[in-house]
C-alpha cells in the first residue's frame, strides 16, 4: 500500500510539472508571437510613411523561461530608404497602411497624356519623347539630309546662273563691246598719219572693253616708225583714246621729186612730194631701198638723229660719200662740219658746239673736222 501510494503521488508530481512546463512553454510562444507582430506593424508603417525618410525599427527577442540550452537572439534592424517618385510617374493609394483597397475607385491612367506632359518644355515647346521610334528616326533624318541636298543644289545652281550672267555680260555683252567709231587717235602727223594709228586699234574693235589689252596696243603702235610713246586709256563702258607722240624723221631722202621720211634706224615713216621739210635734213640718193641698206647712210642718219633741234634747223646739206666721212653744211655753207663716222658722238658734239660758239676760235674759219675728237681740226 504505501509503495503505491509514494508511486502514485509521486506521478502526480510528475504530471504537475509536465503541466507547469507546458503551461511557461505556451505563454513564452504566444509572447514570441506578439513581439513579432509588433515588429512587423513597425516595418509596414515604416515603408508606408511619407514624413519620415528612413526609419530604424529594433527588436530583441528574449525566451523568457527556463530550457535546457538557452540563449540569446540578435537583434534585427530593418533599413527601409523611400523612391523619390514624381506624383505624375505614379498612381498612389490614400489611405492608412494596411487598409484595404478597391481597384475599383483607383485613377484609371492616360498613358498618351502623361508622356505629353513629360515631353514638355519648360515654355510649352514639345521635345522629342523620351521613347524613340528608331524607324522613325531614320526616315526623319533621310528627309533631313534630302532637305539638305535638294537646297545646297538649288544654291549651286543659282550661283552658276549669276556666275554665268556677270561673265556674259562683262565679256560678250553689247553693254562693253568696243567699236571703231569709238576709237579717237591724237598726236599724228604727216609723217606718222592717223590712218596708220587706226589700223593697229581698230584690230580691238568687236571686243569687250575688259578684253582689251592696253600694252599689247601699246608695243604694235611702238613698232610704227616715228611713234617714240603710245598711251592707251579706257574710257567705260564702251570707248577707246589712243595718244601717240610722233617723232619728226632723222631725215628725209631725196630721190628726184620724191622725199621719204625715215628715223634714226633707217625706217620709212612716210613718202610725200613737195612737203614742207623746214628743219629736216635732206640727204641726196639714187635709190631709197638701196640706200637704205647702205651703212654709210645708216651712220648719217644716226648721226643727224642724235644732233639738237638747233642745230638741225641750220643744216642745208648732208653729204656721204663713205662711212666715215659724214658732212653737213650750215646756213647754205657758213660753216661745213666733218663728223667721220657715229663712233664718240657725244664728244664729237661737245667740241662742235664749243669751237662754234667761241668767235676767238672759230675766227675766219669754216670747216671743222671732229672726225678724230680729240684733235679738232679747223680750216
Given at each position: 500500500?504505501?509503495g503505491?501510494?509514494?508511486?502514485?503521488?509521486?506521478?502526480g508530481?510528475?504530471?504537475?510539472?509536465?503541466a507547469?512546463s507546458?503551461s511557461?512553454?505556451?505563454?513564452?510562444?504566444r509572447?514570441?508571437?506578439?513581439?513579432?507582430?509588433?515588429?512587423?506593424?513597425?516595418v509596414?508603417s515604416?515603408?508606408?510613411?511619407?514624413?519620415?525618410?528612413?526609419?530604424r525599427?529594433?527588436?530583441?527577442?528574449?525566451?523568457?523561461?527556463?530550457?535546457?540550452?538557452?540563449?540569446k537572439?540578435?537583434?534585427?534592424t530593418s533599413?527601409?530608404?523611400?523612391v523619390?517618385?514624381?506624383?505624375?510617374?505614379?498612381?498612389?493609394?490614400?489611405?492608412k497602411?494596411?487598409?484595404f483597397?478597391?481597384?475599383?475607385a483607383?485613377?484609371?491612367?492616360?498613358?498618351?497624356?502623361?508622356?505629353?506632359h513629360q515631353?514638355s518644355g519648360?515654355?510649352?515647346?514639345?521635345t522629342?519623347?523620351?521613347v524613340v521610334?528608331?524607324t522613325?528616326?531614320?526616315?526623319e533624318r533621310r528627309k533631313a539630309n534630302?532637305?539638305?541636298?535638294?537646297?545646297?543644289s538649288?544654291v549651286?545652281?543659282?550661283?552658276?546662273a549669276?556666275?554665268?550672267?556677270?561673265?556674259?555680260?562683262?565679256?560678250?555683252?553689247?553693254?562693253?563691246?568696243?567699236?571703231?567709231?569709238a576709237?579717237?587717235?591724237?598726236?599724228?602727223?604727216?609723217w606718222?598719219?592717223?590712218?596708220?594709228?587706226?589700223?593697229?586699234?581698230?584690230?580691238?574693235?568687236?571686243?569687250?572693253?575688259f578684253?582689251v589689252?592696253s600694252?599689247?596696243?601699246?608695243?604694235?603702235?611702238?613698232?610704227?616708225?616715228?611713234?617714240?610713246?603710245a598711251k592707251?586709256?579706257?574710257h567705260?563702258?564702251?570707248?577707246?583714246s589712243?595718244?601717240?607722240?610722233a617723232?619728226?624723221?632723222?631725215a628725209?631722202l631725196k630721190?628726184g621729186?620724191?622725199?621719204?621720211?625715215?628715223?634714226?634706224?633707217?625706217?620709212v615713216?612716210n613718202?610725200?612730194q613737195?612737203?614742207?621739210?623746214n628743219g629736216?635734213?635732206?640727204?641726196?640718193?639714187?635709190?631709197?631701198?638701196?640706200?637704205?641698206d647702205?651703212?654709210?647712210?645708216?651712220?648719217?642718219l644716226?648721226?643727224l638723229a642724235?644732233?639738237?633741234?638747233?642745230?638741225?634747223?641750220?643744216?642745208t646739206?648732208?653729204?656721204?660719200?663713205?662711212?666715215d666721212?659724214?658732212?653737213t653744211t650750215l646756213?647754205?655753207?657758213?660753216?661745213v662740219i666733218?663728223?667721220?663716222d657715229s663712233s664718240q658722238?657725244?664728244?664729237k658734239?661737245?667740241?662742235?658746239d664749243k669751237?662754234?660758239n667761241?668767235?676767238n676760235?672759230?675766227?675766219d674759219?669754216?670747216?671743222?673736222d671732229?672726225?678724230?675728237?680729240?684733235?679738232?681740226?679747223?680750216?
Open positions: 500500500m504505501t503505491r501510494t509514494v508511486s502514485s503521488s509521486g506521478a508530481a510528475s504530471r504537475a510539472a509536465s507547469s507546458e511557461r512553454g505556451s505563454h513564452e510562444s509572447e514570441s508571437q506578439g513581439e513579432r507582430r509588433k515588429a512587423r506593424r513597425v509596414e515604416a515603408v508606408h510613411s511619407d514624413a519620415q525618410p528612413r526609419v525599427s529594433s527588436v530583441s527577442e528574449e525566451r523568457q523561461g527556463k530550457s535546457r540550452h538557452p540563449r537572439r540578435r537583434s534585427v533599413r527601409t530608404e523611400p523619390q517618385q514624381s506624383p505624375t510617374d505614379m498612381t498612389v493609394a490614400k489611405g497602411a494596411g487598409a483597397v478597391d481597384a475599383r483607383l485613377r484609371s491612367e492616360d498613358y498618351v497624356a502623361e508622356t505629353l515631353t519648360p515654355i510649352g515647346v514639345a522629342r519623347p523620351k521610334d528608331f522613325a528616326r531614320a526616315r534630302a532637305r539638305v541636298i535638294v537646297i545646297r538649288a549651286a545652281v543659282l550661283a552658276a549669276l556666275l554665268g550672267a556677270l561673265i556674259w555680260l562683262l565679256l560678250f555683252s553689247p553693254v562693253f563691246r568696243l567699236e571703231s567709231s576709237i579717237s587717235v591724237s598726236g599724228a602727223n604727216e606718222v598719219s592717223a590712218s596708220t594709228i587706226h589700223s593697229i586699234a581698230d584690230k580691238q574693235a568687236g571686243k569687250s572693253l578684253l589689252s600694252d599689247e596696243v601699246s608695243k604694235q603702235l611702238k613698232a610704227i616708225p616715228g611713234v617714240s610713246e592707251i586709256s579706257k567705260f563702258p564702251k570707248s577707246l589712243v595718244d601717240i607722240k617723232q619728226k624723221p632723222a628725209m630721190s621729186d620724191t622725199l621719204t621720211a625715215v628715223d634714226a634706224q633707217a625706217r615713216l613718202s610725200v613737195d612737203a614742207n621739210v629736216i635734213p635732206v640727204i641726196e640718193v639714187k635709190n631709197v631701198q638701196e640706200s637704205l647702205s651703212r654709210s647712210v645708216k651712220g648719217a644716226t648721226i642724235a644732233l639738237p633741234e638747233s642745230m638741225r634747223k641750220q643744216i646739206k648732208v653729204t656721204v660719200e663713205t662711212q666721212s659724214v658732212t646756213n647754205d655753207g657758213e660753216h666733218v663728223w667721220g658722238l657725244k664728244l658734239m661737245a667740241e662742235v669751237i662754234l667761241d668767235p676760235v672759230i675766227g674759219y669754216r670747216q671743222v671732229v672726225s678724230a675728237p680729240s684733235r679738232p681740226i679747223l680750216k
